[in-house]
T-cell receptor, first 112, second 113 residues
Framework: DTEVTQTPKHLVMGMTNKKSLKCEQHMGHRAMYWYKQKAKKPPELMFVYSYEKLSINESVPSRFSPECPNSSLLNLHLHALQPEDSALYLC???????????FGSGTRLTVV | AQTVTQSQPEMSVQEAETVTLSCTYDTSESNYYLFWYKQPPSRQMILVIRQEAYKQQNATENRFSVNFQKAAKSFSLKISDSQLGDTAMYFCAFAGSNYKLTFGKGTLLTVNP
């Protein structure tokens, strides 16, 4: 299995909703990442987990809450989002950070 | 902090021709990796080619090759025999010792029939 699987592919949520994005990989990668990508812009790093511990938080607002329950799974919990948080959210994984990152196909999030 | 610069927001090429996408970067690290990623409208970020900084030999993957000039901090991508399926946004990216993948702003490549 050489894929990173993200669910759901599309999500529409209201500003008072609570939802979660899920990311799963079975390649034995020990680093996992969340990126946010606005239209026609490069991905921006949000969080890095290394060996299931949060190693980098790029000053992301607390309405985004990451979780890494085990080495194969990464979640992003969403609460009280704003319309400007609408974007493509990409998950990625890597063996050691420097060997090439495998990306999922993303979750297209719309906040209404 | 590392920076990655792609100076060509958009490019176009005729099918079967060759095109080169430019990328420069800035870093104080001596060991790092450079990447080219392709993102078609389907939005999947696909690794095209990877170069390790300590390797002097330029990486190649089928129709894709790079010109890595470490002293000049330049990392250009050459696509030979362009195909319609090569139409996509291309991102140059840098990874150093802190696990962070830093992207350039991207170059939108259109292959015309």
């Amino acid at each position: 299995d050489t894929e990173v699987t993200q669910t759901p592919k599309h999500l529409v949520m209201g500003m008072t909703n609570k939802k979660s994005l899920k990311c799963e990989q079975h390649m034995g990668h020990r680093a996992m990442y969340w990126y946010k990508q606005k239209a026609k812009k490069p991905p921006e790093l949000m969080f890095v987990y290394s060996y299931e511990k949060l190693s980098i938080n790029e000053s992301v607002p607390s309405r985004f809450s990451p979780e890494c329950p085990n080495s194969s799974l990464l979640n992003l919990h969403l609460h009280a989002l704003q319309p400007e948080d609408s974007a493509l959210y990409l998950c990625a994984s890597s063996q050691a950070g420097n060997y090439g990152y495998t990306f999922g196909s993303g979750t297209r999030l719309t906040v209404v | 902090a590392q920076t990655v610069t792609q100076s060509q927001p958009e490019m176009s090429v005729q099918e079967a021709e060759t095109v080169t996408l430019s990328c420069t970067y800035d870093t104080s690290e001596s060991n790092y990796y450079l990447f080219w990623y392709k993102q078609p409208p389907s939005r999947q970020m696909i690794l095209v080619i990877r170069q390790e900084a300590y390797k002097q030999q330029n990486a190649t993957e089928n129709r894709f090759s790079v010109n890595f000039q470490k002293a000049a901090k330049s990392f250009s991508l050459k696509i030979s025999d362009s195909q319609l399926g090569d139409t996509a946004m291309y991102f140059c990216a840098f990874a150093g010792s802190n696990y962070k993948l830093t992207f350039g702003k991207g170059t939108l490549l259109t292959v015309n029939p």
